[in-house]
């Protein structure tokens, strides 16, 4: 396999669950954690990564650098990786976002690490953390976007786009759009459902109507105890992504509310084993008694 030492920045959900499956593949899994805080610095040790001393040194040995960071630091990273691999003269390394970034973020990205002679490749990951090996897909585009094919000799299910630098981002956020969308329709109409005393009701008549689409969804809103801000910050994306091809998005906006009010609920608790606790009816409950959607609380928001 060509990639030996592969860079992950960094080890959050989604870099643990990489990391544990290619570690258990026969991958050295390295990162540059000195920065992080001591959650994703124990999360790295037990998912048997090897943090380097500097990100110098990361570029120095990593074949392959993949960036699995929240959408607003993607190009700070990039940045940084840039920087690090010019200090370090690395001609040949392969740089995959796989961030749910805007194509225009992507392509600036690309710009930034191509000028140290980075190869870039704009990618995206559809499917679970935690199923990495199990249905999730990831998908690349651009000139080398073939390289990550060999990720699939760690069991990973890999897919290219085409050569455009930034297919997959775009490709990310039309899809995030649906996944994402799910997740905020189904938390303020569930929330109704509470306040009138009809939450098992409701839940019951989604299931005959539609067989499966809430339990589908249900470990993603568990996920938003978490992962609100972040996925917020993807219908972000959505919109400047429509706004820049002389598009509007009218739901996205929406969603991006729903979604920033659970992250102004502050609950987010981490794991250092990358895991998410509680079920869907626990996080319901959480998210009601923490008074999500009730006027007052979006007042008050509105008022900051």
């Known amino acids: 396999m060509a ?7 960094s080890i959050g959900e989604m870099g643990y669950h990489w990391a544990k499956l290619l570690k258990a593949r026969g991958a050295e899994v390295l990162t540059y954690d000195r920065d992080r805080s001591p959650v994703t610095q124990r999360r790295a040790e037990n998912a048997g990564v090897k943090s380097t001393g500097s990100l110098t040194e990361l570029c120095s ?40 970034i805007s194509p225009m973020t992507a392509e600036t990205i690309n710009r930034v690490v191509s000028e140290s002679g980075v190869n ?9 953390a935690s199923k990495m090996d199990k ?10 976007a073939s390289r990550i094919l060999e990720l699939g000799g760690y069991g990973l299910s890999v897919q290219v786009l085409g050569s455009g630098t930034s297919q997959a981002s775009a490709f990310k956020v039309v899809y995030a759009g649906l996944t994402k969308g799910l997740q905020g329709l189904f938390v303020e109409l569930l929330m109704g459902a509470k306040r009138f005393g009809l939450l098992d009701e409701i839940i019951k008549r989604y299931d005959e109507s539609f067989p499966g689409l809430l339990e589908k969804v249900s470990s993603s809103i568990v996920g ?3 992962h609100a801000g972040r996925r917020a910050e993807e219908m972000d994306e959505l919109q400047r992504t429509y706004a820049h091809y002389g598009m509007q998005a009218l739901m996205a906006p929406a969603i991006q ?23 869907l009816m626990e996080t319901l409950e959480l998210f009601y008694q923490q008074g999500l959607m009730s006027n007052t609380r979006l007042a008050s928001n509105a008022s900051k």
Do not use: H, Q, W
């Not at 870039?120 to 679970?128: E, L, M, N, P």
């Not at 249905?135 to 080398?144: K, L, N, Q, T």
């Not at 509310?257 to 895991?275: N, P, Y």
């Open 224 to 226: 938003l105890r978490i």
């Open 61 to 100: 040995s990593a074949d392959l650098i993949v960036s699995i960071v929240v959408p607003s630091a993607a190009l700070k990273v990039a940045a940084e990786i840039a920087k690090a691999a010019g200090e370090a003269d690395r001609k040949n390394l392969i740089y995959f976002d796989a961030n749910a």
């Open 257 to 279: 509310k729903v979604l920033g009010s659970i992250a102004d609920l502050e609950i987010r608790e981490t794991s250092v084993k990358g895991a998410r606790e509680g079920d």
């Open 3 to 9: 990639f030996a030492k592969i860079g992950i920045m």
């Open 120 to 128: 870039f490749v704009d990618g995206c990951i559809i499917g679970s």
């Open 135 to 144: 249905g999730a897909v990831i998908y690349a585009s651009g000139p080398e």
